[in-house]
């Protein structure tokens, strides 16, 4: 063989390689962007809303104990709009906080907020335990909507 023909199978391998990584990197990608949009929708349907003031304090109460159920760390601050915890030393444990909105029509809406340390890279990609997190991030939202939705 000679070294031109060795030179060609080297760069044919090379770019094959590229190919390869392209796709993954792609399909990787779409995968991220597939369960972000599965996120966005289960924070969507875990959306409490209410209107009279004692359906409401009911609601945030439910909210609390679920956070302090379900955060690995204490409940460190909570006022009308905000029950927040400590983002907790391990990566991969999802933690929770919830806030409270109160529209001009008198409409309270409560979400549940919740992130992973190491859940997302620098760039705002997935990080190296996206996967994992995501899915407690998932179960918690619909849990949330199941356990504390049932005031509206």
Known sequence: MSDESNGLRVLVLVLATAMLVACASDASHDAFRHTETELE??????????????????????ARAFVQQHSPTP????????????????????YFWAARETADDGTTTIRLKGMCRGMYSTDNGPGWIYGPCAAQLREAQLEFAREVGGVR
């Open 41 to 62: 929708a289960a924070r969507e349907q875990a959306l409490i809303e209410c209107t009279t003031p004692g359906d409401c304090a009911q609601a945030w109460n439910r």
């Open 75 to 94: 409940i460190e601050r909570i006022t009308s709009e905000s029950i927040e915890t400590r983002m907790p030393h391990e990566f991969g444990v999802a």
